[in-house]
């Protein structure tokens, strides 16, 4: 089991809130990601990091931030949640010397 | 644009069966082509993954074959097993830059008994 989490699983709020959802790993991995995932649906990278203070914008456009002060976490942002953002947020990391992304456990984010 | 194809959208086996899923992906600088296994309300997990060198690889009931003249992929599962219900994502990895993975759009398996 990869040691990677993601807070919180669930998230409902209302339109215009400020999100942030967590993600941390202790394997020390220095590649980190984002990816967000519509129900059975394919997952489509938003953001990654090389590292700390590394960070890019992935294929999909998204309106979410993230930022990565430490190794360990890399949070996601949202500044002002809309509809069109209810989805599943999952995080995901790797290693230098290896092929392997682990995923987290994903956030549910429902915005009314 | 869908770079990598996967078909089919959903699978019924029956237990016992092979379940066969297809990929197809155009992008010749992709070079290791993992399947992840994702349950309901959990992450995606590794499954088994495959390099273009090499044409098949099998790990227990699961079986990669892979064509790179082709440039198609096949995951087949053996002995199919009700426990095996998910949905599976073939995906691809370039070569450079970020090794961000690529996914194909997922293929619902059901295994009935």
């Known amino acids: 089991e990869a040691d990677i989490y993601q807070t919180p699983r669930y998230l409902v709020i209302g339109t215009g809130k400020k999100i942030t959802l967590e993600c941390s790993q202790t394997m020390g991995h220095d590649k980190m990601y984002w990816y967000q995932q519509d129900p059975g649906m394919e997952l489509h990278l938003i953001h990654y990091s090389y590292g700390v203070n590394s960070t890019e914008k992935g294929d999909l456009s998204s309106e979410s931030t993230v930022s990565r002060i430490r190794t360990e976490h890399f949070p996601l942002t949202l500044e002002s949640a809309r509809p069109s953002h209810t989805s599943q947020y999952l995080c995901?990391?790797?290693?230098?010397?290896?092929?392997?992304?682990?995923f987290g456990p994903g956030t549910r984010l429902t915005v009314l | 644009q869908q770079q990598v194809k996967q078909s089919p959208q959903s699978l019924i086996v029956q237990k016992g069966g092979i379940s066969i899923i297809n990929c197809a992906y155009e992008n010749t600088a992709f070079d290791y082509f993992p399947w992840y296994q994702q349950f309901p309300g959990k992450g995606p997990a590794l499954l088994i993954a495959?390099?273009?060198?090499?044409s098949e690889k099998k790990e227990g009931r699961f079986t990669i074959s892979f064509n790179k003249s082709a440039k198609q992929f096949s995951l087949h599962i053996m002995d199919s097993q009700p426990g095996d219900s998910a949905t599976y994502f073939c995906?691809?990895?370039?070569?450079?830059?970020?090794?961000?993975?690529?996914f194909g759009t997922g293929t619902r398996l059901t295994i009935i008994p």
């Open positions: 995901a990391s790797k290693s230098n010397e290896y092929n392997e992304q682990f």
């Open positions: 995906a691809a990895r370039s070569n450079f830059g970020n090794e961000k993975l690529t």
């Open positions: 495959i390099r273009p060198d090499v």
